[in-house]
C-alpha cells in the first residue's frame, strides 16, 4: 500500500506543530489504511520534528516515524482506543529515536575501532547554528530518559501527565527526572565551553 | 544570560523548524494486512494450545537472532547508492541550491545532490525567496528575494532583491553578495511583475521575464511581456518588449505573457554560447518556446527572437480526448548546446470529459525537439500513470545535449490517493493543490533515478510567482 500524504497545514503550529489532539480523525468509520494515514497527514510532520530533534538528522527522522505508522498499522486491529493513537505513535517514535541512537552508538564504537571518523549528522549544524547545535549535542549526551523527558517538557511542552503515558513512569519520576535532566545539561553545557 | 531551560527552548524549535510543514515524505504502509487478533486471539482462535508456548517461544529465539545480526550489521558499511544510482548521480552536478517553504523565517542552504544533505547555508536575509538560479561550475547561484510582498497580489518586481551567492565547494563556504543595479533598475516599474530569472552559464550575464499587471490584480493583465538582461560585470542592461501588434487577447486573462513555471521550472533558459536566450509564451492557447539572440541589434522580443519550437493548443490535452503530445509543466528547456529543446509531455490514453477531475490513463514522460525545427527528436522516457488534471512534470535541469535530466514528476507506477486540480485549465487559473507524489529524480538513458530530495507538496497558486524547487548549476 502507497499513500500519498497531505500536508494538514491548518494544524501545524509555529512551534513544535505536534497538538496533543489533533483534528478529528474519523478513526472508527475507516478502514485501518485510511484510518492511519489521516493520522500520518495530521500528524507527519510534528512527529518528524520530535524526531529531527532527538536524532539531529532529518532522513533518519524520516524514516523512525514511518516505522511508527507502519507499526501503528499492523497494530490497529489491537488498539482498543483509537482516540489514543498520537499518545501510542508519540510513544513508539520515542522508542524508535533511542534504538537509533544506540545504533549509531555501537556504529560510532566500530568506526573508532577501525580508526575511521564517523560522519556524523552535519546537515541539522549547519542550518541551525553552533549555539544551537552545542544544546542538542549536550542533549544527546543524556540518559536516554533524561533526554526524552527534556524534549517531551521543553519542545512539547507536555504536561507531567502526559509526558508519564508517553514515557510509562510514574508524574513523580518525571519531575524528579526533569530536574536531574536539566542538571546535567546544564554541567555537559559547561564542560563543552 | 539564558537560562538552561531557554537555550534548550531555542534549540530544540530550531531544529524543529528546518522541518518545513508541507514537507512530510509520502507514508508507505506494509503490503501484509493489519492483525486484527493478536497472536494469543489467533492461539485461541487455532484451538490449539502448542501454539500458545511456540509462538512466544519463536518470537524470543526471532529477537535473539534478530539482536546477534544487528549487532554484525552494525559494525559493517552499509552501502549508500547502488550502481545504478551511482552512475546517475556521476552525470549531474553534486550541488544544487534550495530553501525551506515555511515557516518562515526559512533556510536556504546549498546541499549535496548524493544525499539531499545541506552542505552549507546561505545566509540570505529573511523573506520570500521566489526565484533562484545557477550559473555552470557549480558555484555560482543567483536568488531573488521579494521583501513587503503585498498580500493577494501580484508580486511588483519593484520588491525583488537580487543576491549573487558564490559556494566554494572546498572550504565548504558562501559569500553572499547583493545585486543593487538591478533591484534599482526594477524598482521604477511598480507595475511588473516577474516570471522567472536566468544566469547566464559564464555567470556574467542575468536575465529577467516580466510581466505586466494592474496594481491589485491578482492575475496578469494584457500588457506587454519584456525580458532585462543585465550585466553583472558592468551594470549595463538591455530590454527586449514584445509588440502590442503581437498580442493575442483572450477571454478572462493575459493571453500573452512569458510562463510562470508552475513548480519551479525555468521561464528562461540559456545556452552554452552566453547569447542565445530561450524563453516559454503564451500566445493565448499556444506555447512557444523562442529563442533571444542577446548579442544582436534590437529590442523587439518578437522580430528580434526565432520560434523554436510551438505547441498548438496549451489546453488541447483537455479537448483532444484522444493521442496528442501536449506540455505539460510550461517548463521547455533548452539544452545547453542550442540544438535541442527538452519538455515534460503528455498522451492522453483515455478521456476525461470537461475541466472535471476524474482520473483517466495518461503517458507521461519527457521528449526532445529540434530548437531548430520544433519537430520532435526523441522520446527520453515515457510511462503510464492514472490521474487527470494538475499532473506537473518538469525538467529542471539538462545535460549539454539533453540525454540526461533531472526532472520533476510521477514515477511509474505510483498511484493517487488524492486528486485536486491545479494549474492552468481552459486559461482559467486552478490554485489548488495537486497531492500526486511526484519524484525529483535523474532521467538517463530511459532510467528514472529517485533522487533523496523532497519534492513537497505542489499546488504554488501560479500568482504567487513561487518556485520553491531546487536549482542545479548549468553543466
Request: hydrophobic share 45%.
Amino acid at each position: 500500500v502507497d499513500v500519498t500524504a497531505k500536508a494538514w497545514q491548518g494544524t501545524a503550529t509555529p512551534g513544535h506543530g505536534l497538538q496533543a489532539t489533533g483534528p478529528p480523525i474519523d478513526a472508527g468509520a475507516a478502514s485501518p489504511a485510511a484510518a492511519v494515514t489521516a493520522l500520518y497527514e495530521a500528524h507527519a510532520v510534528g512527529l518528524i520534528r520530535l524526531a529531527v530533534v532527538l536524532l539531529g538528522d532529518r532522513p533518519a527522522a524520516e524514516d523512525v516515524v514511518q516505522e511508527a505508522f507502519a507499526g501503528l498499522y499492523r497494530r490497529w486491529g489491537q488498539l482498543r482506543d483509537q482516540s489514543k493513537a498520537i499518545g501510542y505513535l508519540r510513544s513508539a517514535v520515542l522508542n524508535q529515536c533511542r534504538s537509533e541512537l544506540r545504533r549509531r552508538r555501537r556504529s560510532d564504537w566500530a568506526a573508532r575501532r577501525a580508526v575511521v571518523t564517523p560522519a556524523g549528522p552535519a546537515d541539522l549544524s549547519v542550518l541551525i547554528g553552533a549555539e544551537h547545535s552545542e544544546v542538542l549535542a549536550a542533549l544527546r549526551t543524556l540518559p536516554h530518559r533524561q533526554r526524552d523527558v527534556l524534549v517531551l517538557r521543553f519542545y512539547l511542552e507536555l504536561p507531567d501527565p502526559d509526558i508519564a503515558a508517553a514515557m510509562s513512569i510514574s508524574p513523580g519520576t518525571v519531575r524528579s527526572t526533569t530536574s536531574r535532566a536539566l542538571a546535567a545539561l546544564g554541567r555537559a553545557l559547561k564542560e563543552q565551553q | 544570560v539564558n537560562s538552561v531551560e531557554d537555550r534548550l527552548r531555542a534549540a530544540t524549535r530550531a531544529a524543529a523548524n528546518t522541518m518545513a510543514p508541507e514537507s512530510a515524505p509520502p507514508l508507505r504502509l506494509p503490503e501484509d494486512h493489519p492483525r486484527r487478533l493478536g497472536y494469543r486471539g489467533w492461539a485461541r482462535r487455532s484451538g490449539h494450545r502448542w501454539t500458545r508456548l511456540a509462538i512466544p517461544l519463536g518470537a524470543a529465539a526471532a529477537v535473539a537472532a534478530l539482536v546477534i545480526s544487528s549487532v554484525a550489521v552494525g559494525q559493517q558499511q552499509r552501502p549508500i547508492v547502488s550502481h545504478a544510482a551511482a552512475a546517475a548521480l556521476a552525470k549531474v552536478p553534486p550541488y544544487f541550491l534550495t530553501t525551506g517553504r515555511a515557516p518562515r523565517p526559512q533556510h536556504a542552504w546549498i546541499a549535496a545532490t548524493a544525499t539531499g544533505r545541506a552542505v552549507a547555508p546561505v545566509p540570505v536575509p529573511a523573506g520570500d525567496w521566489v526565484l533562484y538560479t545557477a550559473a555552470a561550475g557549480g558555484s555560482t547561484f543567483v536568488m531573488v528575494t521579494a521583501y513587503h510582498r503585498p498580500s493577494g497580489t501580484l508580486l511588483p518586481a519593484s520588491v525583488l532583491r537580487f543576491f549573487l551567492i558564490r559556494f566554494r565547494p572546498g572550504h565548504g563556504t558562501v559569500s553572499l553578495t547583493p545585486v543593487t543595479g538591478l533591484a534599482s533598475l526594477l524598482r521604477a516599474e511598480p507595475a511588473s511583475y516577474s516570471t522567472g530569472v536566468a544566469l547566464s552559464p559564464d555567470g556574467s550575464k542575468l536575465a529577467v521575464a516580466l510581466g505586466v499587471f494592474s496594481p491589485g490584480q491578482t492575475v496578469p493583465s494584457d500588457g506587454v511581456p519584456r525580458i532585462v538582461v543585465y550585466d553583472l560585470d558592468n551594470g549595463a542592461a538591455r530590454s527586449w518588449s514584445w509588440p502590442v501588434s503581437g498580442l493575442r487577447p483572450r477571454r478572462g486573462m493575459s493571453a500573452t505573457q512569458i510562463m510562470t513555471p508552475l513548480q519551479g521550472g525555468h521561464a528562461l533558459s540559456w545556452a552554452w554560447d552566453n547569447r542565445t536566450l530561450a524563453f516559454q509564451l503564451r500566445l493565448s492557447t499556444d506555447l512557444q518556446v523562442r529563442l533571444l539572440d542577446t548579442s544582436a541589434v534590437g529590442d523587439d522580443l518578437q522580430a528580434d527572437s526565432t520560434l523554436g519550437m510551438n505547441s498548438p493548443g496549451f489546453d488541447t490535452w483537455r479537448h483532444a480526448g484522444g493521442r496528442a503530445w501536449v506540455p505539460v509543466g510550461n517548463d521547455a528547456v533548452l539544452t545547453p548546446d542550442g540544438h535541442r529543446i527538452v519538455m515534460a509531455t503528455m498522451t492522453t490514453v483515455a478521456h476525461a470529459a470537461g475541466q472535471s477531475p476524474r482520473p483517466v490513463q495518461l503517458r507521461i514522460g519527457f521528449t526532445e525537439f529540434s530548437a531548430r525545427t520544433g519537430q520532435p527528436l526523441a522520446n527520453l522516457g515515457a510511462w503510464r500513470i492514472h490521474g487527470g488534471l494538475g499532473q506537473v512534470s518538469d525538467v529542471l535541469w539538462s545535460s549539454p545535449s539533453g540525454r540526461t535530466l533531472i526532472v520533476l514528476t510521477r514515477a511509474p507506477g505510483a498511484p493517487i490517493s488524492y486528486f485536486r486540480s491545479a494549474g492552468i485549465i481552459a486559461g482559467q487559473i486552478i490554485a489548488g493543490a495537486a497531492h500526486y507524489r511526484e519524484t525529483i529524480a535523474v532521467l538517463s538513458d530511459g532510467n528514472l533515478t529517485p533522487l533523496r530530495i523532497p519534492a513537497g507538496y505542489l499546488g504554488q497558486p501560479f500568482y504567487n510567482q513561487v518556485t520553491g524547487y531546487p536549482v542545479w548549476p548549468a553543466p
